[in-house]
């Protein structure tokens, strides 16, 4: 196995661990609920609610979590974290394995 298919299964494994990431961010707002004499609402306090907000398509968007799940898409969004970094630590990775193979005769195209 070369030294750059061990690289590959290193960067693969640490991804493969990092599953299930998402990219956005996960908020806990107050709504007012749809019941007539809330006695929530009319005190003003409302009902917590989790909200996913994200980009698609170059706009913002949010998306109801249910409280099911919001531990899961938390630890979601921290994974994505994770991703971005070591997408970000690949690059200059990539141009050190460049650098410490044995040089070709032929240039670059």
Request: net charge positive; proline share 8%.
């Amino acid at each position: 196995m070369t030294n750059d298919s061990l690289t590959t299964e290193k960067w693969k494994n640490r991804l493969a661990a990092l599953w299930p990431a998402a990219k956005g961010s996960l908020a806990k707002v107050y709504k007012p609920c749809i019941r007539k004499n809330c006695p929530a609402c009319r005190s003003g306090q409302k009902h917590p609610a989790w909200l996913l907000s994200f980009s698609s398509g170059g706009k913002r968007k949010t998306m109801y979590v249910p409280l099911a799940i919001v531990a899961e898409v938390r630890r979601a969004i921290n994974n994505g974290r994770k991703v971005e970094q070591i997408l970000r630590q690949m690059g200059p990775q990539l141009i050190k394995n460049h650098r410490r193979r044995p040089t070709s005769s032929t240039p670059p195209h």
